[in-house]
């Protein structure tokens, strides 16, 4: 199982990236974002199962949107109006049945 994620960069705030998570070796059953800025915890951003059902957290409610191409088996996080705090490493997970995997983190940084 492999998890590529890939998008990121600099952005000034109230602009937009759309980051991409291409996963090779199944299908899952659960696919997401997580974050983490420097010198802080892990965060849940949004998370989208097979069945179409979509989460977000509330902090980024309204202003990213979660996707996912099953075909291509890849997930996609549109970001827009980002805002400094969004600054942190973007990582993809997967879930199928009991078992989780990562992706390496991508970079988003967002400029006041």
């Known amino acids: 199982v492999q998890l590529q994620a890939s998008g990121g960069g600099l952005v000034q705030a109230g602009g937009s990236l759309r980051l991409s998570c291409a996963a090779s070796?199944?299908?899952?059953?659960?696919m997401g974002w997580y974050r983490q800025a420097p010198e802080k915890q892990r965060e849940w951003v949004a998370e989208?199962?097979?069945?179409?059902?979509?989460n977000y957290a509330d902090s980024v409610k309204g202003r990213f949107t979660i996707s996912r191409d099953i075909p291509k088996n890849t997930l996609y996080l549109q970001m827009n109006m980002l805002k400094p705090e969004d600054t942190a490493a973007y990582y993809c997970?997967?879930?199928?049945?009991?078992?989780?995997?990562w992706g390496q983190g991508t970079q988003v940084t967002v400029s006041s």
């Open positions: 070796g199944s299908i899952f059953s659960i």
């Open positions: 997970y997967a879930q199928k049945y009991s078992s989780g995997y």
């Open positions: 989208v199962t097979t069945d179409g059902s979509i």
